[in-house]
């Protein structure tokens, strides 16, 4: 089955601590995206990458980083930096020509703070 | 840049009403609308669209029609079901990127 794949559902970080949300996917796109989801504000973009090896920052970037290694991952790092970090992260992808149509979006990541 | 704002939730209503979730844009140019929804506990997936003024959207009994003279996209359906209990939302094309709206949760009541 070809799909998005994030892990884990729930995440759970200590002060100070970074963590990293996994986001991988076997639909061969080449354009893939990191949302945060919090009640009542929708979705903000954190990192977006078009190719490997590339990503450009979003809406609201800092206190997270991202690498693209690999067509088909894009981790995501949230960093001591991040103080709210509690959020519902959601990762998505598409193929570059259709991205600013349709994305495949992953199950999502709960993270909270200890 | 390129925007959309959606009506204020929840939404509660009785299986078989009526529903209305409206949306406006704010836009440079005609840029495709879409509505995405999301169920319980998943992602999002893409419920419908609309590349041109006056083009309608349409998909499991939902539909919207983008309306260039009120710059809106609502989203309605006529009779709705348990089922249809998820977050709705309205996107639009940004620079490289979707632009998402807040989300409206609809919770749909047997």
């Known amino acids: 089955d070809g799909g998005i794949t994030q892990s884990p559902k729930y995440l759970f970080r200590k002060e100070g601590q970074n963590v990293t949300l996994s986001c991988e996917q076997n639909?061969?796109?080449?354009?893939m995206y990191w949302y945060r989801q919090d009640p009542g504000q929708g979705l903000r973009l954190i990192y977006y990458s078009q190719i490997v090896n590339d990503f450009q920052k979003g809406d609201i970037a800092e206190g997270y980083s991202v690498s693209r290694e690999k067509k088909e991952s894009f981790p995501l790092t949230v960093t001591s930096a991040q103080k709210n970090p509690t959020a519902f992260y959601l990762c998505?992808?598409?193929?570059?020509?259709?991205?600013?149509?349709?994305?495949?979006f992953g199950s999502g990541t709960q993270l909270s703070v200890l | 840049g390129n925007s959309v704002t959606q009506m204020e939730g929840p939404v509660t209503l009785s299986e078989e009403a009526f529903l209305t979730i409206n949306c406006t844009y704010t836009?440079?140019?005609?840029?495709?609308l879409f509505w995405y929804v999301q169920y319980p506990g998943e992602g999002l997936q893409l419920l419908l669209k609309a590349t041109k003024a006056d083009d309608k959207g349409s998909n499991k009994g939902f539909e919207a029609t983008y309306r260039k003279e009120t710059t809106s996209f609502h989203l309605e359906k006529g009779s709705v079901q348990v089922s249809d209990s998820a977050v709705y939302f309205c996107?639009?094309?940004?620079?490289?990127?979707?632009?998402f709206g807040q989300g409206t949760r609809l919770t749909i009541n047997p």
């Open positions: 998505a992808s598409g193929p570059l020509r259709d991205s600013r149509e349709k994305l495949f």
């Open positions: 836009a440079t140019g005609y840029p495709s």
């Open positions: 639909l061969n796109h080449d354009a």
């Open positions: 996107a639009t094309q940004g620079a490289q990127k979707l632009v």
